[in-house]
């Protein structure tokens, strides 16, 4: 009889088109985040994390929508291997900063969901096809 271990599962990293996706994305989860800044800003209620214009926030709270859009992008173009990993957690990242404002500033609040989600179906999209070709 013959005990040999078995075979080691093959990873299977996303192609270089889905790595595109993924960076184009969170590209544009960046603009739009942006965009909801100013907006906010422009309108008079500003994104908790800005904070109003008279006393701005903690320049610490501008770093966390930041981070949540630079490790996907960081993780995307570096390392592929935790590119889906990184991607869903900041997606869900996003989308929970957007929930813990929704109670005083509604409409941005549901613009910051929205594009969280939006992060989220990449995110899914990329699981799907990589367990597909697995």
């Known amino acids: 009889m013959d005990f040999?271990?078995?075979?080691?599962?093959?990873?299977?990293?996303?192609?270089?088109?889905?790595?595109?996706v993924s960076t184009i994305t969170w590209a544009g989860v960046f603009a739009a985040l942006l965009a909801v800044a100013i907006s906010s800003r422009t309108i008079?209620?500003?994104?908790?994390?800005?904070?109003?214009?008279?006393?701005?926030?903690?320049p610490f709270f501008i770093t966390i929508p930041l981070a949540i859009v630079l490790v996907p992008l960081v993780a995307t173009l570096?390392?592929?291997?935790?590119?889906?990993?990184?991607?869903?957690?900041?997606?869900?990242?996003?989308?929970?900063t957007g929930i813990a404002e929704i109670a005083s500033n509604p409409a941005?609040?549901?613009?910051?969901?929205?594009?969280?989600?939006?992060?989220?179906?990449?995110?899914?999209?990329?699981?799907?096809?990589?367990r597909q070709y697995r």
């Open 44 to 58: 008079g209620r500003p994104i908790w994390w800005l904070g109003p214009s008279s006393t701005p926030a903690s």
């Open 78 to 96: 570096r390392s592929p291997r935790h590119m889906t990993t990184a991607s869903w957690v900041c997606s869900l990242a996003l989308i929970a």
């Open 4 to 20: 040999a271990s078995p075979p080691t599962p093959i990873e299977v990293l996303p192609s270089d088109g889905w790595r595109t």
């Open 108 to 130: 941005i609040s549901i613009a910051v969901v929205v594009i969280g989600v939006a992060a989220l179906m990449e995110s899914i999209a990329v699981v799907m096809v990589m």
